[in-house]
């Protein structure tokens, strides 16, 4: 059985204020990014998933840290990315992992580590792309195989005047190779008030973790009930026979079941 022994969590204050003005240039690049990740669509999916689904699903896996975001606040932000990433490390799908507040309570001292981890985050949240020696240094000195990113932005929408443009992206680098395996990008339109901002990203979030374990289930289970006709995938689940179960005899009500016992 697969298992997963970590405890996602919020960071730790102080390291969300050291990590508020570790590199400025990162804050305005990523803003940046996120608008030309968002120009021209108002809402919409991109899925990018590996060909072959044993690629990605129970492996050992580390959270990165994220990179919030203006306007976003960084409270605000990295409270998403928390319930994101608490969800993502409950999957059922994955080996153990480790969240960002394990990671940074087990290596705290090792600050080539703690450095490549930080850099990385901050690419990874800026332009999607992952350095194959860092990757690599970071699965070897933590023992994973995953490197897991997720992000939420808000932005204004350059075709919807009073409105902005809210986005999740989850992401999945193979620690070995650096290669970017699996990507999904969640975009919504909303009026430009903090509450509807804030209820926008919450239901982003939570249709995020729905492609993230839909990713990396497998695949006999995803396509179990595609085939089915449409009356029998409309019907309750312990309904449908499976293969090499019998129907025992009907009963009708009142009557008593028929003994099989030999006489």
């Not at 803003?31 to 072959?52: K, T």
């Not at 969800?87 to 600050?111: K, T, V």
């Not at 990713?215 to 006709?229: A, H, I, M, V, Y």
Request: glycine share 4%; charged share 25%.
């Amino acid at each position: 059985m697969p298992r997963n022994d970590s405890s996602a969590s919020a960071l730790p204050a102080r390291s969300r204020t050291r990590r508020r003005f570790r590199n400025p240039v990162f804050a305005a690049v990523a803003v940046a990014a996120a608008a030309a990740l968002l120009l021209g669509a108002c809402s919409g999916v991109s899925v990018n998933q590996p060909f072959d689904t044993s690629l990605i699903n129970f492996r050992r896996t580390l959270m990165l840290d994220a990179t919030p975001q203006p306007p976003l606040a960084e409270d605000q932000a990295q409270a998403l990315v928390s319930a994101i990433e608490s969800g993502m490390l409950r999957s059922p799908y994955l080996d153990s992992s480790i969240s960002r507040a394990q990671f940074h309570e087990r290596f705290d001292g090792n600050f080539k580590l703690r450095d490549d981890y930080s850099l990385l985050s901050d690419t990874l949240s800026v332009v999607g792309l992952a350095d194959r020696e860092q990757t690599a240094r970071i699965g070897r000195l933590t023992d994973v195989e995953m490197l897991l990113g997720a992000q939420v932005f808000s932005v204004p929408c350059e075709n919807c005047p009073e409105s902005d443009q809210v986005a999740t992206v989850g992401q999945m680098i193979d620690a070995k190779s650096g290669q970017l395996v699996w990507r999904v990008t969640l975009l919504k339109s909303v009026n430009r008030n903090p509450a509807a901002v804030e209820q926008a990203l919450r239901e982003l979030s939570a249709e995020l973790l729905e492609h993230f374990n839909n990713s990396l289930r497998p695949k006999w289970q995803r396509e179990r009930f595609k085939n089915l006709s449409p009356g029998l995938a409309n019907r309750p689940r312990a309904s449908i026979p499976m293969p090499g179960m019998e129907r025992g005899p009907r009963i009708e009500p009142g009557r008593s079941v028929p003994s099989t016992d030999a006489p």
